[in-house]
């Protein structure tokens, strides 16, 4: 390991950079280095520059990957380079996100997604979890017996997204499924362990494929990945008439910005709606004139 990453890392674990976020930022940076076939001090601003436009233009990537590279830039030339902040922002700017609806599945296909989908009570019991608490991939993953407070109806997320921890919902439901499957199976510690070894947790691979096999068994359209549980968990929250800021506190958002991105109508719901047009009547006003 060269001295200059070495620095780079004791200063993302130093400013409690999450461990994803941190190889997420190695990543860019090497691949920056690879590009150049120099060692990233050498650049100047305007190479690395030059090279995000390169992303965006040639490689096509999505504003939302180009800002990670922005971020992890910024952090390895103010940080490691010790270079002027107010340059870097210049020469390395955001890219504007264009807003994509999150992809949203009716209480029908959640039906028949868990029951036709899920062959396997792993199965059902893991994207149960996922949709009914709201959570992250990786948080699912990660839970542990302990985390489920039953008396409470609460699950515990440990260190979720900004090594935040928060509580979230324990239905009934959910709760009757997770003990059907854990007499099953009688868990000691990692509510979804590795399939070949039951000391570690499973893997965020392993939990989106468990996603997609069951959307397939179901006949379902593909609504992205299973990040689409936790859209319907917070769209079904609000259409149901949940206060805003109670969703914002489930999910554990930092910013009600971001919840707030969830108060779309979905076209199923769209169709239940009357205009208040309808609400007229014109009838009474025509009795009136004869």
């Known amino acids: 390991m060269t001295t200059l990453r070495q620095q780079y890392i004791e200063e993302l674990v130093l400013r409690g950079l999450a461990e994803r976020t941190q190889e997420a930022y190695i990543h860019q940076v090497y691949h920056l280095t690879k590009y150049y076939r120099r060692s990233p001090d050498t650049l100047t601003e305007e190479e690395v520059h030059a090279y995000l436009v390169h992303l965006a233009m040639e490689r096509k990537w999505a504003a939302s990957s180009i800002n990670q590279a ?19 922002r210049q020469a390395f700017p955001f890219g504007r996100k264009s807003v994509v609806r999150a992809q949203v599945f009716s209480v029908e296909q959640l039906e028949q997604l868990f029951m036709v989908g899920c062959v396997q ?12 608490g709201g959570l992250r991939l990786n948080e699912a993953c990660h839970l542990r017996v302990k985390d489920l407070q039953s008396s409470r109806h609460q699950i515990r997320v440990v260190q979720g997204k900004g090594r935040k921890d ?32 039951v000391q570690q947790p499973m893997i965020d691979a392993t ?25 319907s968990f917070a769209t079904h929250l609000l259409e149901s008439g949940v206060e805003i800021t109670v969703v914002q506190r489930l999910l554990g958002h930092t910013s009600l910005n971001t919840t707030a991105g969830y108060l779309h109508v979905r076209q199923e719901r769209l169709g239940q709606i009357k205009s208040p047009l309808q609400l007229l009547d014109f009838n009474r006003v025509a009795g009136k004139q004869r």
Not at 121 to 132: E, I, K, N, Q, S
């Open 121 to 132: 009570p792993r199965d059902r019991a893991f994207l149960m979890t996922v949709y009914g």
């Open 207 to 231: 939990g989106q494929r468990i996603f997609y096999r069951a959307v397939q068994r179901a006949g379902l359209p593909r609504q992205g990945g299973i990040h689409s549980l936790r859209h």
């Open 166 to 197: 928060r509580y979230t919902l324990l239905s009934p439901r959910l709760l009757a499924e997770l003990r059907r499957y854990w007499q099953l199976y009688r868990l000691k510690d990692w509510l979804f362990p590795a399939h070949h070894d």
């Open 70 to 88: 922005v971020n992890a830039f910024r952090f390895f030339y103010q940080h490691v380079a010790h270079r002027d902040l107010v340059k870097l």
